[in-house]
């Protein structure tokens, strides 16, 4: 499957914006999609993550409650409506897609996924 990331941009504190990730190719009928984020010099976290059937969304605790995730199985694209946006959020965010419906502890690691999009930026100022 490829991943194609956008809608990222520049945005004031306490601002909104919504992220879409589009798949195309072989696309699959189970599985799990997920938003990752990266700082300038620190590593790649997970942020949220939903199967492919939309169901069972999860939250890295730093956005919970002012993000959601979303997935929309008609047009193979998912969504992370950010809202109340901090400085802290400024990060390079990156989709990721893995076939096999993950367990909790793996969800969350980068090195689950086979499949990403590549990145977009989000800059969140004070």
């Known amino acids: 499957v490829q991943l194609q990331a956008s809608g990222g941009g520049w945005v004031q504190a306490g601002g909104s914006l919504k992220l879409s990730c589009a798949a195309s190719?072989?696309?699959?009928?189970?599985?799990?999609m997920t938003w990752f984020r990266q700082a300038l010099g620190k590593e790649r976290e997970f942020v949220a993550a939903?199967?492919?059937?939309?169901?069972?969304?999860s939250y890295a605790d730093s956005v919970k409650g002012r993000f959601t995730i979303s997935r929309d199985s008609a047009t193979n694209t998912m969504y992370l409506q950010m809202n109340s946006l901090k400085p802290d959020d400024t990060a390079v965010y990156y989709c990721?897609?893995?076939?096999?419906?993950?367990?909790?502890?793996?969800?969350?690691?980068?090195?689950?996924?086979?499949?990403w999009g590549q990145g977009t930026l989000v800059t969140v100022s004070s």
């Open positions: 990721a897609a893995e076939p096999r419906r993950l367990i909790l502890s793996q969800v969350r690691l980068p090195g689950s996924y086979d499949s």
């Open positions: 190719g072989r696309t699959w009928s189970s599985g799990t």
């Open positions: 939903i199967r492919w059937s939309g169901a069972a969304p």
